[in-house]
């Protein structure tokens, strides 16, 4: 039966619904990205003993470090997505379809299993981008509106 928008004969596009991998998979997201804000923010901000001035830029560094390692091991290991999308007809004629088959193959294979490492980029980048979003927005915000934080 089709779904109708606004009395219209506009048919609503189709949605699969999420698998059980892909579920686990965006809680697991968001859950690592909670942690490590609250990590990040806590360690960067959160910290007021003059003792301890030195944790701030290692957190920060290290944040930083971590994701460009992640980030370039899983573009290095996905061969820079050379092979997404990738069909059999689509390679050279000269190889065997069973070469040809397994190459593609390969190229799935290697997304799926570097699907992990997308749990950690993309919490590590959240808290980045929280804090640049906080460090530049913040004074362009007070200097608008006259607001002064002590």
Not at 5 to 33: C, D, F, G, Q
């Amino acid at each position: 039966m089709k779904k109708f928008r606004n009395n219209k004969n506009i048919p609503e596009s189709p949605r699969a619904p999420l698998s059980p991998e892909k579920k686990r998979l965006v809680l697991t997201i968001a859950a690592n990205s909670v942690l490590l804000t609250v990590i990040y923010f806590g360690a960067c901000y959160g910290i007021t003993d003059p003792a301890l001035w030195l944790i701030s830029p290692i957190v920060s560094v290290g944040y930083w470090v971590a994701f460009a390692a992640f980030l370039m091991a899983y573009i290095i290991y996905n061969r820079a997505f050379s092979r997404k999308d990738l069909t059999p007809d689509m390679l050279p004629r000269d190889w065997t379809l069973e070469k040809r088959e397994e190459y593609v193959a390969d190229g799935k294979r290697r997304l799926e299993r570097s699907r992990w490492m997308l749990s950690v980029i993309i919490p590590l980048l959240v808290p980045i981008a929280l804090d640049a979003l906080y460090l530049f927005t913040l004074p362009l915000i007070q200097n608008l509106f006259g607001i002064t934080l002590q």
